[in-house]
Nanobody
Framework: QVQLVESGGGLVQPGGSLKLSCVAS????????MNWYRQPPGKEREFVAR????????AYADSVKGRFTISRDKFKSTVFLQMNNLTPEDTAVYYC?????WGQGTQVTVSS
């Protein structure tokens, strides 16, 4: 069965960086578009970034463009989210997604 396991979250000061990882299993990793979403406290889940299976095209939410980078390592079946210049508004639980499958999420807290 499909499994997505996120890691790499934590507490970081404003302006800092974190790199999230999502290890995927149970499907052909290179054949599917991978997504990152996040759910800020008290808000609905929102799209963050996408990495297409075809051609490796990327897409980002306007709020993270220029600061976040999505990438994948096909040999490790892992998708990454490099997050730079973090702000308190980036505080959320971050989820990895493929089709209708979701990981358990990893908490990112940006605070001084």
């Amino acid at each position: 069965q499909v499994q997505l396991v996120e890691s790499g979250g934590g507490l970081v000061q404003p302006g800092g960086s974190l790199k999230l990882s999502c290890v995927a299993s149970g499907f052909s990793f290179v054949s599917y578009t991978m997504n990152w979403y996040r759910q800020p406290p008290g808000k609905e889940r929102e799209f963050v970034a996408r990495l297409s299976s075809a051609g490796g095209r990327t897409a980002y939410a306007d709020s993270v463009k220029g600061r976040f980078t999505i990438s994948r390592d096909k040999f490790k079946s892992t998708v990454f989210l490099q997050m730079n210049n973090l702000t308190p508004e980036d505080t959320a639980v971050y989820y990895c997604n493929v089709l209708n499958h979701w990981g358990q999420g990893t908490q990112v807290t940006v605070s001084s």
